[in-house]
Antibody
Framework: EGQLLESGGGLVQPGGSLRLSCAAS????????MSWVRQAPGKGLEWVSG?????????YYAESVKGRFTVSRDSSKNTLFLQMNSLRAEDTAVYYC???????????????WGQGTMVTVSS | EIVLTQSPGTLSLSPGERATLSCRAS???????LAWYQQKPGQAPRLLIY???SRATGIPDRFSGSGSGTDFTLTISRLEPEDFAVYYC??????????FGQGTKVEIK
């Protein structure tokens, strides 16, 4: 059973930057696409960004973060990253990393989630 | 981009009762890419159902999923105390990424 462990969250001022990390273990990290999902306090889940497996040549972003956030991966270190710039109060949330699941018939879902790391954007 | 609308927002039921949760997509979607998650307070979401109707590893058979096109349903046949939680549907799109519904809270009546 695989595991994901996020780190890097904290308090940052509006306009500031933060880099989140997600360390993967227990599965072949390079074989799977990965995503970041966030949850603002008391709110629902919001997909933020995704990256393809392997070298991570394909990246995807929600409109709310496009141009401000950058997802990347280092498969030699089994680690996923999220570089967050120009942070806003509305980016305050718990950020989860999640592993893509590929079903036998092409199904897609997230089967492994980290415990989350809190990001607070406030002055 | 697809919008997923879940209903009801809150479902108040007693243990042993049947829960029926709805997820409606703004346009027809592939059943292969429809999933359901359970989330309890302070915890990460847990995958329940993928491909609209397949149970994830270790998920009890009281959980079932169905539907196609724009209408999908998660059914919990007999609620156990540990099933009271928030449930989210999710859809994948190869061109735009992922979308979640806003969630349905199943609370104890």
């Amino acid at each position: 059973e695989g595991q994901l462990l996020e780190s890097g969250g904290g308090l940052v001022q509006p306009g500031g930057s933060l880099r989140l990390s997600c360390a993967a273990s227990g599965f072949t990290f390079s074989n799977y696409a990965m995503s970041w999902v966030r949850q603002a306090p008391g709110k629902g889940l919001e997909w933020v960004s995704g990256i393809s497996g392997g070298s991570g040549g394909n990246t995807y972003y929600a409109e709310s973060v496009k141009g401000r956030f950058t997802v990347s991966r280092d498969s030699s270190k089994n680690t996923l990253f999220l570089q967050m710039n120009s942070l806003r109060a509305e980016d305050t949330a718990v950020y989860y990393c999640a592993k893509a699941y590929y079903g036998a018939y092409g199904e897609r879902a997230f089967d492994i989630w980290g415990q989350g790391t809190m990001v607070t954007v406030s002055s | 981009e697809i919008v997923l609308t879940q209903s009801p927002g809150t479902l108040s039921l007693s243990p042993g009762e049947r829960a029926t949760l709805s997820c409606r997509a703004s346009q027809s979607v592939s059943s292969s890419y429809l999933a359901w998650y359970q989330q309890k307070p302070g915890q990460a979401p847990r995958l329940l159902i993928y491909g609209a109707s397949s149970r994830a590893t270790g998920i009890p058979d009281r959980f079932s999923g169905s539907g196609s096109g724009t209408d999908f349903t998660l059914t919990i046949s007999r609620l156990e105390p540990e099933d009271f939680a928030v449930y989210y549907c999710q859809q994948y799109g190869s061109q735009w990424g992922w979308a979640f519904g806003q969630g349905t809270k199943v609370e104890i009546k």
